[in-house]
Structures are given as C-alpha cells and as structure tokens.
C-alpha cells in the first residue's frame, strides 16, 4: 500500500535515510514561502507538515484494518513527535519572527504589511489546531484502554506508551514556551480539574514533561515563579492521587492487572511515572525531603514519605529505580542544605543557627530515621532478591540505602545509632554481592561513612579484601589451564557482570577509595595486616591460588602508597616534622597523637613494609609466572619507592632493587614466551614489563649515587642488554618502558665523578648506535629492493624498520636530556673542580657530544632519505631540541647548533617534498628552542648594529634569521592558504560586508601553523627587534613585504581555525603583540630601539584588529571549541585595552548584528554593555572568560530562537549588566 507524501517522508527518515532526515530537520528549524501561483501564496513549515503527517497516518491505520502486511507506524509517530517537540519548544513569538524572516528573505514576495500579518496569524492558528488534535489524541481514553500492543493486535500507533508519553512531551513543552501565564491556564483550568477524568497515565506524563521543560535553559521569563506556584496543587492534587490510587491498583509485584505493557502493569508504569515526575519537580524547585514534606502538608496529604517508602516493595526495576532516583536527588539536595546551615552557623550568632538547626535540622533527622528504619526492615528481602538473582532489583535497593545512609551521617553519633544498624547490614551484604554495579556503590557510601569518623572498618577490610581478588571468570583460562590447583579455589568464581577492563577500573577508582578510607581509619592495622599476608604467602612455594592472593594483598598495599610511604619514611625525620605530618593527617579523629604514638605509627609502618620487601625478593612458584602478580609486584616496589631510599633497614633498597630488576628481566624472558601469560599480559591496561621498568626509574632516580659501585653497574648493564634482546626478539616491550630504564640508568651514570661520564654514556649508547647503524643498512636495502625506490604506498617492512630506527632515536633524547640536567645540578661542582684541578680539565665537553659523532653519519643519512616518515621526522626533531644547549669545548659555541641547524633544514625540505604523512612539529619545537637559548644574543646583535658585538652574537643573529626564513617557507608550503589568503583582504574591504572571511582554512599540516606561531611568540619575548625588522628572504613567496607583517595577517585568520593548538597559538601570539605595546609604551622614553618597531607593531594589528574582533565574537558564539575560549577573552580584553573608544564601539556593534550572535536584543545589549566596561577597567580578563563562556554555552541551544527572551537572557543580565 502506498503512502501520502508526509508519511512517506517519514518512513525513509525511519529507515536511515539521510535526505529524509535532512528534510525534517529544517522543516523543523525554518519556514518557506510557496509563491508559485501568486493569487495563492502561503507559507509552510513544521506545524502544516505534522498536520498533515497526522491525517495521513489516521488515514492509514483506516485503510489498513481491511489489508494484509501494513507497515508498522509506532516508530514514525515517535519520530514525528520528536520532530514536533523541537517546533513545541519554540515560543508562538519565536514562530512569529521566523515567519517575518522567511518572508523578508524571499525574493518573489511583494506584499503589504497586513498580508504579512496575515501569513502570521494563519500560521498561530495552524499551530493551535495541531495541538489541539495532539491534545485529543493524549486526552482519548481508547488510545489507553486498548491493549497497547501494536499493528498486531489491531492497536493504533497511537496507542504505543512511548507514543503517548511523547505526545504528552509535546502538550508540556507547547505550554511552557507559551508563557508562565498560559502555563499556569494549562495547570489550573486543564490538568488539576480534569484530573480525575483525564487517563491517569497521560496526566503522569504531561506533569513530569511540565517539570522537564521547566528545567530548561530557554524558558520563557518567570516560568520559574510559575513553576512554584503551581507545585502545592500539582504535588497535592495531581501527583499524590495518581500515586494513591496507582499503589492501590496494583500489589507492586505480581502483574495482575489485564492491561500489560512490556513486563509491568498499567498501574506499575502509572506508580514509577508519578514517581519521575515528582522527582523532576522537585528537582526544577531544588527542594529537600523536609521542603516536599512540608507542602504536601499543607492540603492533609502528609502521606508522601509513606507512599515513597510503600513503593520500595516493589520488585520491579522500572518503579525501584524511579524511587531510587527520587530519594537521591532529595536527599543530595538536603546533605547540601544541612551543610549550609553549618556554614551559617560560623557566620551568624549562635541563637540564630540554633533556631535553624531545631527547625530544619530536626525535622531532617526524623525523616531520615524514618527512612532509615525503613531500608533496615529490606535486609532480609535484599538477600532473598540476591539469591533469586534479580540483580537490578538489588541495585535499585542498595542505591537508595546508600544515598540514606550518606545523608544521615550525623545520626551516627546519635543517640539513634542503634536505629540504623539493619541498613548497615544491608549496605554491609551488598558488599560482598557477587555482581560489580550492586557491590560498587554499597562501597562508595561505605567509604563515606568511613571518611565521616563511623567506625566499620573491622567489618569491611576483610569485605574490600575478598573483593580485590581477580574472579577466576575473568583470567583467561589457557592461563589456568597450566595447573590443575584451580579446582579447589576459594576465589569468588561468579559472575561478576563486567569484563577484564571494567573490573580493572573498578579496582582502580571505587576499591582504591575504600581502602584509602579503612587506612585512614586505622593505619598501623592496615599495613600490619597487609603486609603480614605477603609475609605469609611468600613464606613458601607460591601456588596458583597464592599467586592471587597476593597480587590482592600488594594492590591494597600500592593504593595507600602516597600515604603509607610517606608515613614509613617519617621514621628518620625529625619530631617537628612527624608532629606536622600527624595534625595533618589526624583531622577526622578527635584527638591529635603524640609524638610517641607518631614515631610508634611511623616504626610499625618502616618495619612491616621492609618485611613486605624481603619476602618478596626471596619468593618462588607462581608468583614470577603469573603475570598479574609480577606486575603488581613491581607497582608496589615503584610506589614505595620514596620509602625505600629513606628507610633506615639495612638492605631494603637493594631488595627492593633486585625484584624490580628480576621481574624486568623476567618479563622479558621466560614470561614473553609463556603463551598463558602473554593472553593475560594482552588484556592487562599496564604489561609487567611497563611496571618493572618504572619500579627501577623511579629507585635509581631516587637514589642513583647508592648504585654506582661496580657489582650494581654491571646488574644494571645485564638489564639494558636484556632490553635489547627483547626488542630484538619482538618480544611485548615498549619503547616507553625502555626510556624508563634508560632514564633511571642515565641518572646513576650521571651520579658518578663527571670525569668519567664520556666513557659511560659512550658505553650506554654502544647497543642503541649499533642498532641505528644496522636500521640504516636494512632501510637502504628494502629501498633498494623496490622497483623504482621508494614507491608512492607505505611498505609495511620498511616502516617496521623506520619504527625501530626512531625508537632508538628516542632512547638517545632521553640520554641527552637526562645529562643536560646532570650538568645543571652539577655545574657548581663542575667550576670548583675546574678551578681546583681535580676531576675535570678545563677544556670540559658535553659527554654527549663523542655520541653525537659517532652517530652522526647513521642520523644525517636517516634525514636524508627518511625523515618524510613520521617515525624519523618526530624522533629526529626531538634529539635535535634535546641537543641545542649542547657546545663544543674545542670549538666556538656554535659549531655543534650549526651542524644541527642543517640536519633541520634537510629534515624540513624532505617533509616538504615527501609523500609520506610526516610532520613538521617536532623540527617547530627546534627552531623555538633555538631562539629561547639564543635569541638574547641575537637581539644584542641588532640592537648594536652601528656599535661592537660579539663573533657569538653575530653568529647567533646569523642563525636564527636563516632559521626562520627556512621555517616560514616550510610552513607556507604545508599549510595551503594560510599564508597566501591574508593577501586577499588588502583591497579595502570590510570583513563585516559579508561571511567569506570567516571561512575556515583547509591546510594539509595544521599542527605546523600552530608551531610557527610558537615560534613567533617566543621571538617576541626574546627577540622582537630581530623579528620585526627583518625582511622576507630573496626569492620567497612573500619577498615583497616583511615576515612579520606576513606573521600577524596570518594570526588574524587563524584565530577562529579549526585546529584547537593552531587558533590558540595564534591568539598567544597576538596578546603577545599587544603586551610588547604595552611594555614599549612603558620604556620607549628610556630605550631608543623601541621608536623604530613600536609603529610597525601597532600598523600591523590595527590593519587586523576589525578582522580579529569580528572573528573572537564569531567564536564565542558557539563556533570555536570551547578550549580556546580563555586565550580568545584574554586577546579581546588586550585588543579592547588598546584600541580608541570610538573604534572599539563601532567594531563591537558591527560584530554584534551579524547573523551568527543569536541572542537578540537584549544578549546584544548585555554584551556590549560587558565589552564596553572592559574599556574602563571594571571587567578583568577573568570575568570576561566567565562573560564568553556563558555566551557560547547559551549558543550551544539547538533552537536559539527560543533563546532570545528566556530565564536565560534575564540571568546573564542580573550577573553581567551594570549601568
């Protein structure tokens, strides 16, 4: 059978179809004008279309009772009334306005005013029949008495509960945005009188979609008053009722009733919609348990609590749920209240907070002992609905006994304590429940209460203990497959509803959480009993069993880390500093420790931790083969890192050392080849591996002169090969967890006499240099081996080989960066040695350089030829910033930046001219290093043109001018029209005559934008006289004008770019610009240089201040991400700042009519009211990135025509307008 146009519309837009979706979308957005016959011209938009889509599915169902395989309507009712919602939204005056737009933009219309009032008010009256049909259909009790089960069964989709509920969304929301006083008609003269002759469920629905819409941010100007008026009768006379008669209809459990829907009731779903809708108006009212209470006192209905508490018998997870969420947000809403009468305790007299606290304060105690009594009577249903597997139920239960007990946290230390012992229990049990999401917020509200000073920590250390334990479900089974102890495991085998992942992030946040909160509830307990289980594990062959015991035992260990260590290394502090560290930690207790009880803490912790250390470094069996219990061997040893060095027990760091250094070779070794271990190690977030390379880091790092003696460095020498043969062998190592060594064993190096660091460091890098030099050698021959050389598509073998060369690569930045700080520490040592002859001759060079020359010829030849590969370009830009502070003894200063400064250029032009998806980010961040070190001198240079400066000088002049001429046109050659588009707007035209100037620039390498205008700021910091004054180069696309005129257009286009790093750093730039003003206006009557470049300077941002203007506001209207908001405020306030009053004025208000500030009249007025105080001084740059932020949040608005004359508005103007 065929379908009529609108619905045919509807059924493509159900099927996915793009046009069709596309086509609702702006006929639910705009209005068109049909002035094809001109004797009949009409518009048509939203309301005309469901008009017609209504009719046309009426007509269908008709048709369809006397034929066979009709199509299914429910999903294009419900797709219609979503469409119909967004046109509801909108105020009749917002539809009023769009249709003055459409016949104002259309070209063929010629007609007077009357009959443009006249399109306009057939248009309100077109929408006031569709929503009385719509009316109609939610008021039509057949629609809710027939059995709702679709086409069928002979049912309308009309009669489908979701339709309904969305139909009535569409009443609400037409009557929200009609005006407080339409929804306060709706209210008292429809819904309240008609109550108990209207369908219960469609009075439900349009009471919770009232609260709804209220809530949002576009309702019209007093919806709120309206809302709080109408909250007595609707809670009173509507809501009440409903939930009266509804728990009455139906036991809550067993589905009686004849009319189903899904797997509930008619009342069932009636009970848990009153119950939505409730919480949706007290959310919109922000009211507290103690606020609903009282209003529904008002008319004798002061059964509320009871009704809330009945529902909670429920089995149901639809109506458990809505309670739950119900009594959460209530209750949130009061814990925040009592805590402001704590804060209005400390701020008004003491009669005052008394009176509070005996009205409200009491009140709430009593409503929540009620509650409490209540959710301790359903421990024992809990366990049954836990046995009985109904975990949803159990959730739904747990969730509101968490958000009672965390809301009653001061009855605790009541009297009535003894009241609120049966929903411990429960809390308690829920715990310990097999299934994740149940057991992870009895936990969270567990942990709350332990925070609170509520002593059950001897109940839940033992829970959190079981619960940490990995569920055998969970390990891969070729992993237990190897033993055959597994039958007889204590370990929770049940399902625990989530995967490998999950569980690991619920270890991680939630139990990590509640084990922080047992520590702190008794310290010394904690580690005593923790670390007395490793103790016993490691006492014997650990067996499989053991092995997860274990791992559990050192998890809650490694969460109070922080913590723990640091109480540990307070053994050898003085007293003052464990008297400090003690009040600072004892907060929740009553009373502060002393100092004996403090270094009594401080000893147990030192002393149970280093019994921890030794037995793990003499444990056997599965503990060195399960690859979860390695790993987390390893994380304790990095975590109790700062411990280890400080601890006054003899042979506790090389303990410690020696399991971090075993492990790492182990999962290197024999763990890479088990194939069990490598399916558990593929799942695992962090590889044993990853953890052993950080434990030695983070010990050789803390500690490194402890491990310069010879028996150390040549452990330490087997564990760098040991890396080697694994990477060589492809084994699971990452180049992250290789650095990680690499930078702990740089330190140790570091730690040894300076005379013989050449020898060491040339020692290190021996394996990364032969591996460079064997990379170079594969390369060349797969390149040789291609027909052609290389061909246009990434070979994967050659990009394997590439990827290993710039891991190497990376190793030798890591070294360099390691001994550039090395140096800096020791410099003072340096110059006395130097001076006393001893260690050090006078000629010292960097160590680094003998492997920079021994490199050398394998890193120029992998620029050469490879550095259009990401993997060498990245790799090699970072050596080359690690190695700019590098000078050569032998030679002047620059000799080696030289040489570095021509490995960039051949790395710049191979990317340029490569095909290959390279970057030009690592080789920016060079250049910028360059001139930070080096663009003072530079500057000197300029500055004594006419006088002396120096052959460095000079020389650093030379280089960075070559540097950044090579950078510009590297830059332009990879960003498309960035550059060349400026050149464009020198015709004189306005960027306000039209959008073309906004448009985004498409460029094939954005990161490199963002680079070179990094680049550019720090010439301004460092440089600005260079930069300013400098000519484009001979031959370069911009050779007629100056590089930084080119800079600043450049800065001015980008500042509404896509790239979140490229507008952000052009914004930097420009507020750089703008502070270099200030500070020349400030300093230019004592320092000559800046007379020349200051009008330079302010030519080039007044040639682009309308364009940058224009283009800020564009992005805080919803066009930028939101990132770069705060840079964007801050060039505004700069720009404002400087600029004439006058200028400012005109440009602000040309930039506020265009099309894209949606906020009317008065967001116009509010906004220039906010930029023109900024002028004065009275609006700092922080509260203009508040003013901008909530501008581009209001724009954030699918319909901003709504927007206009809302709440909203009115509040921006209440915080930001002042006359």
């Not at 021994?854 to 790799?875: D, E, F, K």
Request: net charge negative; aromatic share 6%; hydrophobic share 40%.
């Amino acid at each position: 059978m065929s379908m009529a146009p609108a619905l045919d519309v509807l059924d493509r837009a159900v099927k996915g179809e793009a046009g069709a979706l596309s086509l609702l979308e702006r006929t639910a957005s705009i209005y068109v004008l049909d002035a094809a016959n001109p004797s009949l011209q009409r518009t048509y938009g939203c309301w005309d279309f469901i008009n017609q889509a209504l009719t046309e599915v009426e007509r269908y169902e008709g048709m369809a009772q006397t034929q066979q395989n009709q199509i299914d309507l429910r999903g294009h009712v419900q797709l219609l009334a979503l469409m119909s919602r967004r046109a509801a939204r909108r105020s009749p005056e917002a539809d009023r306005r769009l249709i003055a737009t459409c016949l104002s933009n259309a070209r063929k219309y010629d007609a007077s005013n009357d009959e443009a009032n006249n399109f306009i008010e057939k248009n309100t009256q077109t929408r006031e029949r569709v929503m009385g049909r719509i009316a109609a259909l939610v008021f039509d009790f057949s629609f809710h008495n027939k059995r709702l089960g679709g086409h069928n069964s002979g049912g309308s989709a009309f009669s489908d509960h979701i339709a309904i509920e969305n139909l009535c969304m569409i009443v609400a929301a037409n009557a929200i945005s009609s005006g407080p006083q339409e929804t306060e008609q709706f209210v008292l003269e429809w819904i309240i009188p008609s109550a108990e002759n209207l369908p219960p469920h469609a009075i439900a629905a349009i009471v919770f979609h009232l609260g709804s819409e209220a809530s949002g941010k576009t309702v019209p100007v007093g919806t709120g008053d309206a809302i709080k008026k109408l909250s007595e009768p609707i809670f009173c006379h509507v809501i009440v009722p409903l939930l009266t008669q509804a728990l009455g209809n139906s036991d809550l459990n067993e589905m009686n009733d004849n009319m189903i829907v899904g797997r509930c009731s008619t009342s069932q779903r009636l009970v848990a919609l009153s119950l939505r809708a409730l919480e949706q108006w007290c959310s919109v009212l922000n009211l507290e348990i103690v606020e609903l209470k009282r209003i529904c006192d008002k008319s004798s209905q002061g059964i509320i609590i009871s009704l809330i508490s009945d529902a909670l018998y429920s089995d149901l997870e639809v109506i458990l749920d809505a309670s739950a969420e119900l009594l959460e947000s209530l209750l949130a809403r009061g814990l925040r209240a009592s805590n402001m009468v704590g804060v209005r305790q400390s701020v008004e007299c003491a009669k005052t907070a008394e009176a509070a606290m005996d009205g409200e304060g009491k009140e709430r105690d009593a409503l929540l002992t009620e509650l409490s009594c209540a959710i301790g009577l359903q421990r024992h249903r809990f366990t049954r609905v836990d046995h009985t597997g109904h975990t949803s139920s159990a959730r739904c239960l747990v969730r509101v006994a968490a958000a009672v007990a965390v809301a009653s946290k001061p009855l605790f230390a009541s009297n009535e304590k003894h009241l609120l012992g049966g929903m411990l229990d429960l809390l308690l049990k829920a715990a310990d429940h097999p299934s994740v999401h149940v057991c992870g917020i009895s936990i969270e509200a567990l942990s709350s209460l332990l925070n609170s000073g509520i002593d059950i920590n001897d109940r839940l250390l033992p829970i959190l203990q079981h619960r940490v334990a990995w569920p055998l479900n969970l390990i891969n089974e070729t992993a237990l497959a190897t033993t055959n102890e597994c039958g007889a495991s204590q370990i929770d085998n049940l399902d625990c509803e989530v995967d490998f992942h999950q569980f690991e992030r619920f270890r991680e946040h939630v139990l990590c959480d509640a084990l922080i909160a047992c520590y702190d509830n008794n310290r010394s307990r904690f580690v005593e009993i923790c670390c007395s289980a490793v103790e016993n594990i490691c006492n014997g062959a650990v067996g499989l069993e053991d092995s997860f015991q274990l791992e559990a035992a050192l998890f809650c260990l490694s969460s109070v880390a922080m913590k723990a260590s640091k109480t540990a290394g307070l053994v050898t502090a003085t007293p003052a500093s464990r008297a400090a560290y003690g009040k600072a930690t004892t907060h929740r207790r009553k009373n502060e420790k002393s100092e004996k009880s403090m270094l009594e803490e401080c000893t147990i912790h030192d002393e149970y931790l280093a019994r921890c250390v030794n037995a793990l470094a003499k444990t056997t069996g599965y503990a060195t083969t399960n690859p979860l219990a390695l790993a987390q061997m390893c994380r304790f040893i990095g975590k109790y890192s700062s411990w280890l060095v400080k601890s006054p027990t003899q042979g506790v760091l090389d303990a410690g050392a020696e399991v971090a250094l075993t492990s790492f070779n182990l999962a290197g070794g024999a763990l890479s080849d088990d194939l069990s271990a490598k399916a558990i190690i593929q799942e695992m977030s962090i590889s044993p591996y990853a953890e052993a390379a950080t434990a030695l880091r983070n010990i050789l790092s803390r500690s490194p002169s402890h491990f310069t003696t010879p028996q150390a460095l040549v452990a330490l020498a087997g564990g760098w090969e040991s890396s080697y043969t694994s990477a060589n062998a492809n084994r699971i190592i990452n180049i992250e967890d290789r650095e990680a060594l690499c930078s702990g064993i740089c330190r140790v190096l570091a730690s040894t006499p300076p005379g013989e660091w050449v020898a060491s460091l040339s020692s290190l890098a021996r394996p990364t240099i032969e591996c460079l030099e064997t990379v170079v050698k594969k390369a060349d021959a797969i390149g040789a081996a291609l027909p052609g050389g290389n061909r246009p598509e990434p070979n994967i073998s050659l990009q394997t080989v590439l990827k290993r060369g710039g891991d190497e690569i990376r190793l030798l930045s890591k070294m360099v960066l390691v001994f550039n700080h090395a140096i800096q520490d020791n410099s003072k040592t340096l110059k006395n040695s130097e001076n006393n002859g001893v260690g050090v001759s006078s000629k010292f060079e960097h160590p680094f350089i003998d492997v920079l020359r021994r490199t050398w010829p394998c890193l120029s030849q992998l620029a050469q030829n490879y550095s259009s590969h990401c993997a060498i370009s990245v790799t090699l830009g970072s050596l080359l910033t690690q190695s700019v502070s590098i000078k050569d003894a032998e030679k002047d200063k620059l000799s080696i930046l030289r040489e570095l400064c021509c490995m960039a250029r051949i790395v710049m032009d191979s990317i340029v001219k490569g095909t290959e998806t390279a970057t030009l980010s690592p080789i920016l961040e060079f250049v910028a290093e360059v001139v930070t070190l080096h663009g003072l001198a530079a500057e000197n240079c300029v500055i004594t043109k006419n006088g002396s400066s120096t052959n460095y000088c000079d020389e650093a002049r030379h280089v960075i001018e070559e540097l950044l001429l090579i950078t510009a046109e590297a830059v332009g050659a990879v960003v498309g029209d960035a550059w060349s588009h400026p050149k464009e707007q020198k015709q004189g035209q306005s960027p306000f005559e039209g959008s073309p100037e906004l448009r985004r620039i498409e460029r094939n390498s954005p990161e490199a934008l963002s680079g070179l205008f990094t680049i550019l700021t720090a010439c301004i910091k460092e440089c600005p006289v260079l930069l300013i004054t400098m000519e484009g180069g001979q031959g370069s696309s911009w050779e007629d004008e100056t590089m930084f005129n080119q800079s600043v257009d450049a800065a001015a286009l980008a500042v509404n770019d896509k790239e979140v790093d490229a507008a952000r750093s052009a914004m930097i730039f420009l507020t750089s610009l703008l502070d270099l003003i200030a500070r020349i206006q400030r300093e230019q009557s004592t320092n000559a240089r800046w007379q020349k470049i200051l009008p330079v300077v302010e030519s080039a941002i007044k040639k682009n201040y309308d364009n940058i203007v224009l283009r800020l506001i564009f992005g805080a209207c919803g066009n930028c991400p939101h990132e770069v908001l705060d840079p964007a405020a801050a060039l505004l306030h700069s720009l404002i700042l400087w600029s004439p009053a006058d200028c400012t004025q005109a440009t602000v208000l040309n930039a506020l009519r265009s099309n894209t500030f949606a906020l009317g009249n008065g967001g116009r007025a509010i906004t220039h009211n906010v930029l023109g105080r900024v002028k004065t001084g009275s609006v700092s740059p922080s509260a203009l990135m508040d003013f901008l932020g909530e501008i581009w949040q209001m724009h954030q608005n699918d319909d901003m025509n709504a927007s206009v004359d809302g709440e909203a508005i009115e509040k921006l103007k209440a915080i930001y307008f002042q006359s």
